[in-house]
């Protein structure tokens, strides 16, 4: 008879019961010698029978011989009641003639061990560790002889280094699955990273060439507002809020799907089993629940989105990285769509992101052709009519398209970063343009001179370097020059943007805040910030003549600039009767297209000749 069972563990039966795994790998090859190296014992001494019991993790007992006691099959708490278990564990050899009288400080009695003679040397580790005893057993007693003892020991030296050699091989396992795992997992979060998601994706896609029926989703998460987090509250605080985002998807998902870090603050999962891409709204909308709790990050509440992009497999001919790339895409129109929100793919997305990559060639030749160039608008002092000034709008010669308009190239020139070297360009050919006309114009050339600033712009350290630079390149006055900054701009992180202010207003120059109105700003900021005047958004200012709403609003912005000391500009004067109400409600200044719209510079050089007044 062969067999084997756990020493005296309850844990470690239970889960051999139940079919589940050892908690080592003490595999078959290893019980096999353990259970020869006992029946080699049993057969040179002449006994009915032998074991091997093992401590540590395993717990575990390999013997040969008819006459195994009955605890060794069915209850191993006879051995931990007799107290046999504690010498088995001991340095010592036990040797026994007759356990029933040696009395090994049982609680239970001996009879229950159903066996007298007993003959055990200790298992010792090269490093010291006692991994177990050999024992040899009788059924009745036995007088053990030196060279009893000396033939276990011998074989305890075997079995020994047979358990020995399995440690070392356990030990290189554990270690190359460790090397694996971290090879796989993002080190932050502890998800599967890019490597592993695009292996699993790989999987699924060749199972849907088996099983075409059986389809999966795959979602790209991209959180909205990461780097502001990162930017203001610091670096941990960032790491702190993926791993919380990290933990939170998980909960949201069910056993089979995978979700994984791609890197930075992009999230992918994997959804199996989706019959139709409307299956995953309810979990892109659960997940959207799940991350709009707000999140502690010692002591700062924050709130995050995420913008989500769905793909589902549909072919068996696709590929995971194609998959990925449309879930990308679709994520990429949620962000545009205004955050926060999710989206299908669609194959026209495909055509949409060429279109994309070919107009931002187009921009990067662009700049390097000189292709850019600026309009300006006069910008009227309301009480006189008078050009006080203009503001600089910047236009695109497309050698195919004709003139491009700024909202159709200024958000991808943003994105790519595009907009840095840019608007540059802008300040320093702007400056040079009013030079140009104070040269041939005198004193009947525009006094100030607006220029855009863009959210990137605002958010970038050197800004108030290139400032100064163009300013000192061009001799400009920086008392004349009006820098305008949206509110998107001053929201994006209003205490960076504080200072920026604070720096550029030490340069002398204005800072006028634009689009008023269209943001989320709260009036209280306004008096917080270094600011010189604010300009009022058109969809306000087009409706005064027509809108009681919009007339009292306006009214309220001017009285609280008054209040604040600044000038106001209103913005898209369309009509004598809007400009006629601005002038009683006291607003400074007035730009929009009564007066005049954008103009070519030699457009503005002509009628800045006529020293016009509207
Ligand atoms: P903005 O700064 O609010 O500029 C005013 C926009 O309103 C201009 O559009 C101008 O043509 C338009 N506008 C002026 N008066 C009227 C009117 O009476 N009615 C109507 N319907 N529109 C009027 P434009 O030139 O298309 O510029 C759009 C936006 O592009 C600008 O809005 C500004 O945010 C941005 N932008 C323009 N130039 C630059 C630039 O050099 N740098 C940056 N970063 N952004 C720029
Ligand atoms: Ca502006
Ligand atoms: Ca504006």
């Not at 057993?137 to 276990?152: E, K, M, N, T």
């Not at 999230?267 to 629940?289: C, G, M, N, W």
């Not at 005049?596 to 030699?602: F, K, Q």
Request: charge should be negative.
């Amino acid at each position: 008879m062969i067999t084997s069972r756990p020493l005296h563990d309850p844990a470690a039966q239970i889960q051999a019961e139940h079919g589940g795994e050892p908690t080592s790998s003490l595999d078959g090859g290893l019980a096999a010698s353990l259970e020869r190296i006992a029946r080699l014992a049993a057969t040179l001494l002449h006994a009915p029978a032998a074991v091997i019991a093992l401590l540590g993790d395993d717990r575990r007992c390999f013997g040969w011989g008819d006459g195994l006691p009955d605890w060794y099959a069915h209850d191993v708490g006879v051995l931990v009641r007799s107290g046999l278990s504690e010498r088995i564990g001991g340095p010592q050899p036990l040797i026994l003639e007759d356990i029933r009288s040696d009395g090994v400080g049982a609680a239970s009695p001996p009879s229950e061990l159903a066996f007298a003679g007993v003959a055990g040397v200790p298992l010792i580790a090269s490093d010291g560790r006692r991994l177990g005893m050999l024992c040899a057993i009788d059924p009745c007693p036995r007088q053990w002889s030196d060279a009893d003892v000396a033939v276990l020991n011998d074989l305890a030296a075997t079995a020994t280094i047979e358990l020995d050699l399995r440690c070392r091989l356990d030990e290189r396992m554990v270690a190359e699955r460790e090397l694996r795992h971290n090879a796989m997992h993002d080190a932050l979060t502890g998800l599967p990273n890019r490597a592993l998601f695009m292996e699993q994706l790989e999987r699924s896609v060749n199972r849907t060439h088996r099983r075409p029926d059986d389809l999966f989703a795959v979602l790209f998460l991209d959180l909205d507002n990461f780097k502001i987090v990162n930017d203001s509250v610091g670096h941990h605080a960032g790491d702190a809020l993926l791993v919380t985002v990290a933990r939170r998807l998980e909960q949201c998902m069910r056993g089979g799907d995978i979700v994984a870090r791609l890197g930075g603050d992009e999230f992918a999962i994997l959804l199996e089993h989706v019959s139709q891409i409307s299956d995953t709204a309810p979990i892109a909308e659960r997940i959207q629940r799940a991350l709009a709790a707000p999140i502690d990050l010692g002591g700062y509440q924050v709130f995050t989105s995420v913008s989500i992009g769905v793909a589902l497999s549909t072919s068996a001919s696709e590929l995971p990285d194609y998959l990925l790339r449309s879930a990308d895409m679709a994520m990429y129109r949620a962000k545009r769509g205004g955050r926060a929100r999710f989206e299908f793919f669609d194959p026209g997305m495909h055509a949409e992101a060429l279109r994309r990559l070919q107009m931002e060639t187009d921009l990067r030749r662009a700049l390097e052709r000189g292709e850019f160039c600026l309009y300006y608008q006069p910008i009227v002092a309301i009480d006189t009519g008078h050009v006080a000034g203009v503001e600089a709008l910047l236009r695109w010669r497309h050698p195919e398209r004709g003139l491009v308009l700024p909202a159709d190239f200024v958000p991808l020139a943003e994105e790519t970063g595009l907009i840095l070297p840019l608007g540059t360009w802008v300040l320093s050919e702007a400056c040079r343009q009013i030079d140009a006309w104070r040269s041939e114009l005198g004193d009947g050339a525009p006094l100030t001179l607006g220029v855009n600033l863009s959210v990137k712009q605002c958010t970038q350290r050197d800004l108030v370097r290139q400032v100064s630079r163009a300013l000192e390149e061009t001799a400009f006055d920086p008392a004349r020059l009006r820098l305008e900054i949206t509110e998107s701009a001053i929201m994006e992180n209003p205490e960076l943007a504080a200072q920026l202010l604070t720096s550029l207003k030490a340069l002398g120059v204005h800072v006028h805040l634009d689009d008023f109105g269209t943001g989320y700003s709260s009036l209280s900021y306004l008096h917080r910030l270094p600011l010189d005047a604010i300009k009022i958004d058109r969809s306000f200012v087009s409706r005064i003549d027509a809108e009681p709403q919009a007339l009292h609003l306006v009214r309220t912005i001017l009285t609280l600039a008054r209040n604040l000391g600044l000038e106001t500009v209103a913005e898209g004067v369309a009509t004598a009767e809007q400009w006629r109400q601005l002038r009683e409600l006291g607003c400074t200044y007035g730009q929009g297209f009564l007066f005049s719209p954008p103009l070519h510079p030699n457009e503005m050089t002509m009628l800045l000749h006529t020293a016009p007044a509207w």
